[in-house]
């Protein structure tokens, strides 16, 4: 297979020269002025771009930004860390997709000390979930700095009509609530969510951990054939095939799921608190102004929603400029950032964010609280915790998908986890 070329953009920001907090050099040996940060096209990286100059004026460093989009960067990661290069300083990654990766193959340097002596960071801040997220063996190899839960869309006006005079709080409620709305409105499916085998995965997920099941137990062993397990199957593709759009289709993956949602033509849908605005924008959104969220519908375990980091930072092992490449992320991921990012409409990992009126003023009331619930109760992956995640996906979607279309969940779910088990096998060979 022909690799995709890397293309990427450069800045450098020199700012005004002021006293180096580490000293001088320029051998990228601990003391250089110059640090290389590589980072993904995202509204956090905009916001961090544009605060930069008061960063290297109070370091008197210089940062060169690599920025580049998802494909890219896994791709010029894939090539650097490979080969052991020293070019990259700090880097932004997915703990959740490539972290397990870049940790086993010791990519990631290991920040454990860093996080615990520095008070003014505040390392007990950020939300568990997500901290479990970025943490191997034990070692703390990764600062979340975005994060995403997910949480109940649903129609006010269609509630209302039904007589219903708040959003469920269980999933039985969710059942029940979704065969009334879809009855009395013709045409409209009582629920929505993604179908396709792994792109469900992840919002599936939040059922599984509700009904107390997991990818994996307690022991390293595949689990997703428990009773709990079973039922959390069972129920994801019952409400789907019972409650959800006529003719449904297998392939769905977010997009296709908002879109229904947003034409009108669905009262409940469950997905990732970072994707409302395209609920809520008029210009995207039939139903704008109808548009309600509550916390994710509590199972026999609970509400267990996921709460996870999308994005982290890290610092390449094989760099020469650690102490700089950890003054970087004390300030990208520290408290007066993450407060600014939050207010841009950025999810962060760190409590206070969430905490500060000043944080959630830009949220919606009701999703602000939705999201509270779940960083409270949430579970730090949506996902098999892998290094080969998206093979995993596949086995353990497959269920999702036969559920759905009505097939034996339970047979389906017995088959799944020896698949999983014999990947898990394979994998820690």
């Known amino acids: 297979m022909r690799r995709r070329s890397i293309i990427g953009t450069s800045l450098a920001v020199v700012a005004a020269m002021g006293l180096s907090a580490c000293g001088g050099g320029s051998d990228g040996g601990s003391g250089s002025k110059t640090l290389r940060v590589t980072l993904v096209n995202h509204v956090w990286t905009e916001n961090i771009k544009k605060a930069l100059p008061e960063f290297e004026k109070q370091t008197g460093l210089k940062v060169e930004v690599t920025q580049l989009g998802e494909d890219q960067l896994s791709d010029q990661y894939n090539v650097k860390l490979n080969a052991g290069s020293s070019d990259i300083d700090v880097m932004m990654y997915r703990p959740l997709q490539e972290g397990k990766l870049f940790a086993k193959?010791?990519?990631?340097?290991?920040?454990?000390?860093?996080?615990?002596?520095?008070?003014?960071?505040?390392?007990?801040?950020?939300?568990?979930?997500?901290?479990?997220?970025?943490?191997?063996?034990?070692?703390?190899?990764?600062?979340p700095i975005i994060t995403e839960q997910e949480v109940l869309y649903y129609r006010k006006d269609l509630l209302e009509k039904s007589g219903f005079t708040a959003p469920p709080k269980t999933l039985d409620e969710l059942k029940t609530q979704a065969a009334k709305v879809a009855v009395d409105n013709p045409g409209v499916a009582g629920f929505v969510a993604r179908t396709g085998k792994a792109a469900a995965v992840t919002q599936f997920s939040s059922f599984l951990y509700s009904f107390g099941g997991d990818f994996v137990d307690g022991s390293g062993k595949a689990s997703v054939n428990t009773e709990q397990a079973k039922q959390a199957y069972a129920y994801y593709g019952g409400l789907l095939r019972e409650h959800g759009p006529k003719n449904i289709s297998t392939d769905m993956s977010w997009s296709e799921a908002m879109a229904i949602?947003?034409?009108?033509?669905?009262?409940?849908?469950?997905?990732?608190?970072?994707?409302?605005?395209?609920?809520?924008?008029p210009a995207k959104s039939k139903v704008s102004d109808t548009v309600g969220f509550a916390a994710f519908p509590a199972g026999p375990a609970g509400s267990k929603p996921y709460n996870i980091p999308s994005w982290a930072l890290g610092v390449n092992d094989t760099s020469k400029n650690k102490d700089n490449a950890w003054k970087f992320i004390q300030w990208a991921a520290g408290k007066e950032q993450s407060l600014a990012q939050q207010e841009a409409g950025v999810p962060g990992a760190r409590a206070s964010v969430w905490a500060n009126p000043e944080g959630t003023s830009t949220y919606p009331k009701d999703l602000a609280e939705a999201t509270a619930a779940s960083t409270a109760n949430g579970i730090g992956h949506d996902r098999p915790l892998v290094v080969k995640v998206a093979q995993a996906r596949e086995i353990v979607g497959q269920p999702i998908v036969d559920a759905i279309t009505g097939k034996d969940a339970a047979a389906s779910a017995d088959a799944a986890n020896e698949a999983f088990q014999k990947f898990l096998d394979d994998e820690a060979k």
Do not use: H, I, M, W
């Open 105 to 143: 193959n010791k990519y990631l340097a290991d920040l454990t000390e860093r996080t615990k002596s520095d008070s003014a960071f505040d390392f007990s801040d950020f939300q568990a979930g997500p901290v479990q997220a970025t943490t191997y063996d034990d070692k703390v190899v990764g600062v």
């Open 261 to 281: 949602f947003t034409q009108g033509k669905a009262a409940f849908y469950t997905e990732a608190n970072s994707l409302y605005k395209n609920a809520t924008d």
